[in-house]
């Protein structure tokens, strides 16, 4: 690995930040390019995460910032622009320095979702989804999934004002096409858990899985464990399956693309 003055970085913060796998992968791939570029882990509290990206605009050698949980919301109100699906989420999961030294943000976690669910021979469009989970990577799962042509999607998301917002938020853009759902999985093709039941042994499921019929596609964005319970239990009730790690290997081919593109 190349790694010396000259190294160019991109910071990923998170709070916690211990389960993050990613830096390794994008450093490599960066590498791999031809890129003399590092992608460090750096662990921030919501609280500080203002400061931080105050004093890390200073370094000059500082490319990016990829955002992960709980700071892809917090990180859209530091960008001066932004792609517009993360306009319409107001939030991002990356952010690249432009020429005058300002922030641009988007958010790929659902393009990547979708993109693995297709490497899976499973195409959205037309189908009826299940999505749990209404935090960042949820929302991006929602509009994603709209975007490529579901025919309803049901929100099912514990916290009342959150599941509130992101159906108000969706059905703004594609109305009639988004309703309240419930843990039951039943009258939908595609089951998408992305809230974080499963990634401690005590946690409930996020869904039925009484209910998983062989027909259904169930994906998770949990990387880990690598296959959560839920994932276990769709595969023993013979669905097809997308997991977290397949999925976050689609975002980063997407984040190497925004990264290492020259942009105006």
Known sequence: MQLNGASRLTLILGDPIAQVKSPA????????????????????????LGALLAGAALAQNLDGIIATIPHKF?????????????QTLGAVNIMRRT????????????????????????????????????????SAIGLALLQAGVARLAVHEPDATRRAALIA??????????????ANPRGHGLILNASPAGMR??????????????SLYVGCVITAPEVPPLIAA??????STGTGTEMYAEVQKLMLEFL?????
């Open 25 to 48: 992968g994008m450093t490599a791939a960066m590498q791999a390019r031809g890129h003399n570029a590092l992608v460090v882990p750096v662990h921030v509290s919501p609280a500080n």
């Open 74 to 86: 917090a990180c859209f109100a530091h960008c001066a622009s932004t792609s517009p699906r993360a």
């Open 99 to 138: 020429p005058a030294g300002a922030w641009h943000g988007d958010m790929l976690d659902g393009e990547g979702f979708v993109a693995a669910m297709r490497a899976k021979g499973r195409d959205p469009a037309g189908e009826t989804a299940l999505l749990v989970g209404a935090g960042g990577a949820g």
């Open 169 to 182: 938020k969706l059905a703004a853009q594609h109305p009639g096409r988004v309703v309240e759902g419930s």
């Open 201 to 214: 042994a005590a946690d409930p499921l996020p869904v039925d899985i009484t209910a998983l019929e062989p």
């Open 234 to 239: 769709a595969r023993a009730r013979g669905c």
């Open 260 to 264: 290492l593109t020259p942009h105006a």
